[in-house]
């Protein structure tokens, strides 16, 4: 009997993560927060609707989507004309600003096929992390808040091993909208969001930066080809802020061997904080 292609890539990515981290063997740390590392959780299938038809610098840093009101038959239309995103971006005053310019936001197709814009979620008020992502998706997208399907569950647990509540945190994503079928954005896409992102860091002033996979990391540092493999678990920086890249949380869903070394890194970000995990919860 063939051996299924999702087996094949957990052991593939298993071996990889141990090749990465230098090792060939080594027992779990026992205080390692139980449960951000345990096994997910069966998903039931989702519902289904009768008659409907988705650079780095080294430092010393799920349906388809839905076609706006009004508009039927052939895709999606172009953009509104808008100012430069820049523009737009730099005269925010605050965060609540920068949300509310995200929400209008036209500048690309993305306003079209989008049910809402994903602006960001969190202490705005100089937080100790501020963890960055890819792009909504289909929950996000129904929601407008980040990080709130089941790769967002997994982040809580992320967040809860490190001894913060969600509240504590900020979190964002370099793509305001989903992009259909959650694909990678595009660099144009990236392009027309990213000036909100960093003024929105620029605003929240975090202590640290998570970025969570390959695409926040080629956003945050402008390096399109990097792989995030080779950067994770690096300190960098974003301007002056310490800037630690490591696996996405949707990442881990696939590959949990993944979550140890994604552990290693968010202690990483605990030391350099002066910060120690909570004790383990028995349950």
């Known amino acids: ?60 840093g799920s349906g388809g989507a839905r076609p706006p009101a009004g508009r039927s038959g052939a895709g ?24 509310e310019a995200v929400r209008s936001c036209r500048l690309c197709a993305l306003a079209a096929t989008r049910t809402k814009s ?16 890819e792009a909504p998706g289909r929950d996000e997208d129904l929601r407008g808040e980040p ?39 595009t660099p144009d896409e990236m392009a027309h969001c990213l000036p909100f992102l960093r003024r929105q860091i620029q605003l929240v002033r975090p202590k640290t930066i998570v970025a969570l996979g390959a695409t926040a990391y080629r956003g945050l540092t402008g390096d399109p080809g990097a792989s995030i493999s080779k950067f994770r678990g690096l300190w960098l920086k974003f301007g002056d802020i310490p800037l630690l890249p490591t696996f996405h949380p949707a990442y881990l869903l696939r590959a949990p061997a993944a979550k140890r070394v994604v552990w290693e890194d968010l202690q990483k970000v605990l030391a350099f904080l002066g910060r120690t995990p909570p004790p383990v919860q028995k349950k």
């Open 1 to 60: 009997m063939p051996v299924p292609r999702d087996l094949l890539a957990a052991v593939r990515t298993y071996l990889d993560v141990e090749i990465q981290s230098g090792r060939r063997r080594q027992p779990l740390d026992p205080a390692v927060v139980a449960d951000f590392l345990a096994p997910p959780a069966p998903v039931a299938p989702a519902p289904v609707r009768a008659g409907s038809g988705g650079r780095a610098v080294p430092a010393a």
């Open 147 to 185: 990080f709130v399907g089941r790769a967002g569950q997994l982040l809580d647990k992320m967040i809860a091993a490190m001894g913060f509540a969600r509240s504590e945190v900020f979190i964002a994503n370099v793509l305001k909208c989903r992009p259909p079928d959650n694909r990678t954005p």
């Open 76 to 99: 999606p239309a172009d953009p509104a004309p808008q100012a430069d995103p820049a523009q737009v971006a730099a005269a925010a005053p605050d965060v609540a600003a920068v949300a």
């Open 118 to 133: 994903v602006p960001g979620v969190g202490n705005a008020d100089s937080p100790l992390v501020m963890f960055i992502g």
